[in-house]
Structures are given as C-alpha cells and as structure tokens.
C-alpha cells in the first residue's frame, strides 16, 4: 500500500512535463466574411460640364422690325476635388444601403452674351461669366455587391438626394442709361443628384470608385441686371445643371 502510494504521488508529480510532451492539435483561425457595412471616409477628384440657360424680360427701348433678344451661352466647365463620408449596411445576402454626403472646391465657369438681334448684326447690351468654386450633396445609396472574375469584390450602385452650390453671376450691361456698369450677385443654390457607380475593395478596408452625378439647381434670380437703350435695368435669371465624373477612394472601419 505504501508502496503504491509513493508511485502515485511520483506520477502525479511529473504529469505535467509529460502533457506539455503531448501533441497540441492546431486551430485554423475563421476567416470573416467581407462585408461592405461599416463607416467609411474618402477623397475623390473630377471634372464637370455645366448647362445654363440664362433670361431675362429686356425691356426694347427703340424696337426695330422683327427685332428680338438673344442669350448666347458658351457651356464650359471645369474640375473639383473633395472628400467624403458616409455609412453603408449590407443585408439580405448582397443588398446594399447607405448614405453619404461630400464636399467639392475647385472651379467651375461659363460665359456668354446678351443680343439684340436687328438685322444682320446683333448688338451686344450685355457680356456675363458664372463661376462656381464650392459644391456638395448628402444622397442616399443602394446597391447590389458581387464578386466579378475581373472586378474582383464589387458594388454597383444608384445614388440621389439634396444637392447645394454657391455660384457667382456677373454681368457687364452696356446700356444702361449711365453707360456700362458692372454688376456681381453670389446665391447658394439648392436642388438635387442623381446618378450611380461603382466601388472595387482591393483591402478588406480600402476601396476605390467611379461616380458620375448629374444635378439640377432650378431656375434662380441674380441681382445682376442687363439694360437697352437705357431702359429700366432687368434681373438675370438662369436655370443650372451639370453633369458630374469623378474617381474616388475610401477606407472603410470595419
């Protein structure tokens, strides 16, 4: 009995050196599945083509036969960079719905002219120039999320909601009834965006995009006024749209 006492407590004493001899079976880690939820931030770049289409009622001081007025509106653009924030939440399998919003700076301008058209050589009453140097929209997002053999993990989307711009209108009116003035009015324009792109995740949290966007501010007054001959000055009026392409890339917390 004593002796079997003794080989117990020998065997107790060394079983730990001879468990830490023993094989340990390895664990592989569980991948976690890609998912695009999750807050993201970014920056993008890109250019713009604007339309505006620009009137104003001109009073004719000294109307001539078959005399009328003219806008002529030579459609420019330009390019902004900006940044972006927003959340995405994928659900239902491949279903995604998020929100972003951004903010644009660079330059945007057109240029044209007011014509009175009598004959066959039109007088010009007044030279105007828009810029746009500041623009943003908040939009709602949904898409769909494959992963294609050559696009790799990928999310197609449509996109709209509230867009806003501040734009500057000037105009140079020659005839006034105290000779040329030249007038400048700056609105915050409000409207809305609409377009789709797609994003491509090279990283679990890194991604980058392609967007086009196009919106449509309305018709606004400008305190910017045009004249004939001298007659009461009349606002300019303009309705803006603008067609929008730009690249972008976003790093996702997730």
């Given at each position: 009995m004593k002796k079997s006492l003794v080989s117990f407590v020998a065997l107790m004493w060394s079983f730990p050196a001879l468990a830490a001899d023993l094989p340990v079976k390895y664990k592989a880690p569980v991948a976690i599945p890609f998912s695009w939820t999750g807050f993201y931030v970014g920056a993008n770049g890109g250019c713009a083509g604007e339309r505006s289409d620009i009137g104003s009622p001109v009073n004719d001081a000294d109307p001539g036969?078959?005399?009328?007025?003219?806008?002529?509106?030579?459609?420019?653009?330009?390019?902004?960079?900006?940044?972006q924030a927003g959340y995405n939440y994928q659900f239902a399998g491949r279903w995604v719905a998020g929100l972003e919003a951004d903010a644009q700076f660079g330059l945007l301008s057109s240029r044209g002219q007011l014509l009175e058209v009598e004959g066959a050589n039109p007088e010009v009453l007044a030279a105007y120039s828009q810029t746009m140097r500041h623009y943003g929209?908040?939009?709602?997002?949904?898409?769909?999320a494959a992963e294609l053999p050559v696009f790799g993990k990928s999310l197609w989307y449509v996109t709209g909601g509230f867009a806003w711009a501040r734009n500057n209108m000037s105009v140079n009116a020659f005839e006034t009834s105290t000779g040329a003035v030249n007038f400048g009015d700056t609105k915050t324009l409000?409207?809305?965006?609409?377009?789709?792109?797609?994003?491509?995740?090279?990283?679990?949290?890194?991604?980058?995009?392609?967007?086009?966007?196009f919106m449509d501010f309305g018709n606004n007054t400008y305190n910017?006024?045009?004249?004939?001959?001298g007659s009461l000055l009349s606002a300019v009026n303009a309705t803006t749209t603008m067609h929008t392409g730009r690249f972008g890339l976003n790093y996702r917390f997730n």
């Open positions: 036969p078959n005399a009328f007025f003219r806008f002529d509106t030579e459609r420019q653009g330009g390019c902004f960079g900006g940044v929209t908040a939009r709602g997002r949904l898409g769909y409000t409207g809305y965006a609409v377009g789709a792109g797609a994003e491509f995740a090279f990283t679990r949290n890194w991604s980058v995009k392609v967007e086009y966007l910017a006024f045009v004249s004939d001959d």
